[in-house]
């Protein structure tokens, strides 16, 4: 799927694959160099990391372990219920491990401090994030995060991953919807 694809539904491309790409390799050549010598385990958060942690995988040199997670703080609509939870939990034991949290998008920060609260206590070595953008005018809490791709103004985005209504997550670019989609 590609701009041509959308029609009139896509408003305008606010990050091409080509940006994404370029700032991927930047990320991953940091991470090569800060965990070099470690065991890494990348934490995929379901289902809008599943491109980022793809294409962050291939472009690192160390050897890595991959596992998912799938959290919901949404009940049926899109505010926040506040209450979190696991919809799919870790195949793996993390005591003693390197855990790099990889993310889509960070903007409240509200399910992303619970799920680093919540992995920290299962005893891992270290455990940072790493996220493609981030909000940080909608940030309701402070998450410290490590590597982040790009700070994005506070509107809704979708591609590489990030979708409305399950769909335009697999744009190859990030992007925003016209709105006449949202009034359907």
């Known amino acids: 799927m590609d701009a041509a694809d959308m029609g009139d539904d896509l408003e305008r491309i606010l990050l091409p694959a080509e940006r994404l790409g370029a ?4 990320i991953a050549a940091q991470v090569d160099a800060d965990y070099a010598g470690r065991d890494l385990l ?3 958060v379901l289902k809008g990391a599943v491109m980022v942690m793809a294409d962050l995988a291939r472009r690192l040199s160390l050897p890595i372990e991959m596992d998912w997670m799938a959290v919901s703080s949404y009940g049926a609509g899109t505010t926040s219920s506040g209450v979190v939870r696991i919809l799919k939990d870790l195949d793996t034991d993390l005591s003693g491990r390197h855990v790099l949290i990889v993310e889509d998008i960070v903007d409240s920060g509200l399910t992303l401090s619970w799920l680093l ?3 920290r206590s299962r005893g891992p070595a270290s455990v940072e994030i790493m996220t493609m953008l981030r909000k940080p005018e909608a940030a309701k809490v402070e ?5 982040v791709g790009f700070e994005i103004p506070t509107e809704f985005v ?14 190859p ?3 925003t919807l016209a709105s006449h989609v949202y009034a359907e």
Do not use: H, I, Q, S
Request: hydrophobic content about 40%; overall charge negative.
């Open 173 to 175: 670019f990030v992007g």
């Open 117 to 119: 609260a919540n992995l």
């Open 158 to 171: 979708v591609g590489y991953g990030l979708d409305y209504a399950e769909k335009y997550r697999n744009l």
């Open 23 to 26: 700032r991927l390799d930047e």
């Open 42 to 44: 990348l934490v995929g």
């Open 143 to 147: 998450v410290d995060v490590r590597y």
